[in-house]
């Protein structure tokens, strides 16, 4: 079993900058694609930023220019920079793994969230 482990969120001022963590503990073998996610209440789960083990990215359109994936593999952490934070941007952030195994055969993994507020 992994457990995600969000951290790092909070309340901040519109053009306020915040730093998200994910840990990521238990039986991991090696760690494959790794992500941030978040979601609005009533609406659904949006992909933020991806990030593969060689640290090739990719973030929505939306957050392009302003927030930066990075991850430590030799520590087993994810982290999402986020700078020039809008309004739009307060939602419920919740960490992704795909967790390979020594059968070739990924798990996925999620974090319950950690939630970023962003006033005007």
């Known amino acids: 079993q992994v457990q995600l482990v969000e951290s790092g969120g909070g309340l901040v001022q519109t053009g306020g900058s915040l730093r998200l963590s994910c840990a990521a503990s238990g039986s991991i073998f090696s760690i494959d694609i790794m992500g941030w996610y978040r979601q609005a209440p009533g609406k659904q789960r949006d992909l933020v930023a991806i990030i593969s083990r060689e640290d090739t990215t990719n973030s929505a359109d939306s957050v392009k220019g302003r927030f930066t994936i990075s991850r430590d593999n030799t520590k087993n952490m994810e982290y999402l920079q986020m700078n020039s934070l809008k309004t739009e941007d307060k939602d419920v952030y919740s960490c992704?793994?795909?967790?390979?195994?020594?059968?070739?055969?990924?798990?996925?993994?999620w974090g319950k969230g950690t939630q970023v507020t962003v006033s005007s």
């Open positions: 992704y793994a795909s967790v390979a195994t020594p059968f070739k055969e990924n798990i996925e993994y």
